[in-house]
């Protein structure tokens, strides 16, 4: 089963399966800085998750981008925000561009070429774009759920450090946490 398949069966039951710590994901969007007016892409949004949030900053507009079209009929169902447009594509298909922040919430793991991604998403983002990469669980709870399931045991979140090393190409990498209440990581694009 491919990721698009798994999540695409599991989309109407996603919300009663993972439970997201809203004090936590509040820590995510204050340590991310967004500003009023931001044009924010949301990578893998599955059912909307972190959309209720990001609304919340005072954003121009948000687009909300999963491969699969499950997730996006069930975040559909949840909002009706002119600010938002929901969109079924694989982010490495999606070439709109501009956005201030881009945001890849609880769903990192599941990409499998992780300098492809973030050469793409530089090319998606304005010059001063921030990156965010956030899990309101540790690494070790994310990978310990991951490993459960067949579809996604392959699927693991590496330390920080790691990733901010493959981030370094393309961001320059301003915040790291990995402790075992979250996983967090941003950076600035790069200007070459």
Partial sequence: MNDRDFFNSVAAKWDEMCTHDENKIKEILELSEIHIGAKILDIATGTGVLVKYLLNKSPKI???????ENMIEVAKEK???????????DVMEYNENEFDYVFIYSAYPHFKDKQKLFDHIFNLMNENGKLVIAHSDSKEKINAIHSNTESVKEHKLAPVKETAELMSNYFKVDIMVDNNEMYYISGIKKSF
């Fill in 79 to 89: 909002y009706d925000d002119t600010r938002v447009e929901f969109i079924v594509s």
């Fill in 62 to 68: 948000i687009k909300a981008v999963d491969i699969s």
